[in-house]
């Protein structure tokens, strides 16, 4: 029976090198004085002994961390249980993998922001991406993280953002549904608190104000739970709407399975519209008329910010595109 060598330590380096540990780590690091010996020494003891640095230790010592954290604010940890959270973490996992850090997820409750202080006063955090900031959130970013943190929605002078253009998205929508003949056009919008949702709430309210028409707007929450609740609200108060733009594809699913429920054709008497292109919106009944939504292209710009310390603009917005289908 043969038995599994062991890897190599930095130990073992050194005194195969006949140097101190310290001239071996300042050469395997790359940093510090050693001189051309000793470094050819320790390169050659490192090669035949099969020697591959530990990542997570060497960013320990240098105090760089060995993890980048994805901080998820909302009412409830339910919040984590949504799929585009499921895609930020994907997609920043990716990124990371190469450089051998970890990533974690944590929930920061809307009632008690300073839980983020907690969160980040670890070490081991090297970077931090927010989702669903609030102005608060951003406030409490910590001074050693300024420069390695990222927030996916709204942004700072010490915090740049990425994003998707959802206000140019619902632009887009609007417009298509007025151009289609629908002019009782209601809304059923995203929390209130969340900021980066509000802009598909300022884009909708211009141009029906523009055209001369009343907002007719129901609060949501992305679920759909909301929606279905949300589209007999709309109905109630206003009988005679002929469109209702959901803020998510999952709003919108619930609002058409609960208008087909209580008989209202879709697209005949209301034409419904999403946001996102989840895959299950085109092979719905009918197919959901939306806007993409790159998330993970959106994640994986945010992470490599974060790694690469780059300056960024403050605020960067990627473009989303209408998708029309049967339902608008």
Sequence with gaps: MTTARRPATLDDVARAAGVSRSTASRVIA???????????????????????????????????????????????????????????LGATARVCAPHGLGVTVDWVPLHAPERLVRLTDDRGVTGLILVNTTAELLELVPRRLRGRAVSIGVGSATVPSVDIDNGGATEAIVRHLYA??????????????????????????????????????????????????????????????????????????????????DGVQVPGDVAVTG??????????????????????????????????????????????????????
């Excluded at 020494?41 to 530990?54: C, I, K, M, Q, S």
């Excluded at 961390?65 to 959270?85: H, N």
């Excluded at 790694?307 to 339902?327: G, I, K, N, Q």
């Design 30 to 88: 790359g940093n510090g004085f050693a001189s051309p010996t000793a470094r050819e020494r320790v390169r050659t003891a490192a090669d035949e002994l099969g020697y591959v640095p530990n990542p997570a230790a060497r960013a320990l010592v240098h105090g760089t961390g060995v993890r980048l954290l994805v901080a998820v604010a909302g009412t409830d940890p339910a919040v984590l249980d949504d799929s585009y959270v499921d895609q930020v």
């Design 180 to 261: 289609s003949g629908r002019r009782r056009i209601a809304m059923v919008t995203g929390p209130p608190w969340l900021t980066c949702a509000n802009r598909s709430v300022d884009a909708y309210r211009g141009l029906l104000r523009d055209a001369g028409l009343p907002a007719r707007e129901v609060v949501g929450d992305f679920s759909v739970e909301r929606g279905r609740a949300a589209a007999r609200e709309v109905l109630r108060r206003w009988p005679d709407t002929d469109a209702i733009v959901g803020i998510s594809d999952a709003t919108a699913l619930g609002v058409i399975g609960r208008l087909r429920a």
């Design 275 to 328: 946001f996102d292109d989840i895959p299950l919106a085109a092979v719905t009944a009918p197919a959901l008329t939306t806007a993409s939504h790159p998330v993970r292209q959106i994640a994986s710009a945010a992470a490599t910010m974060v790694l690469e310390h780059r300056h960024a603009p403050m605020c960067t917005r990627f473009p989303s595109a209408l998708v029309r289908r049967d339902s608008a």
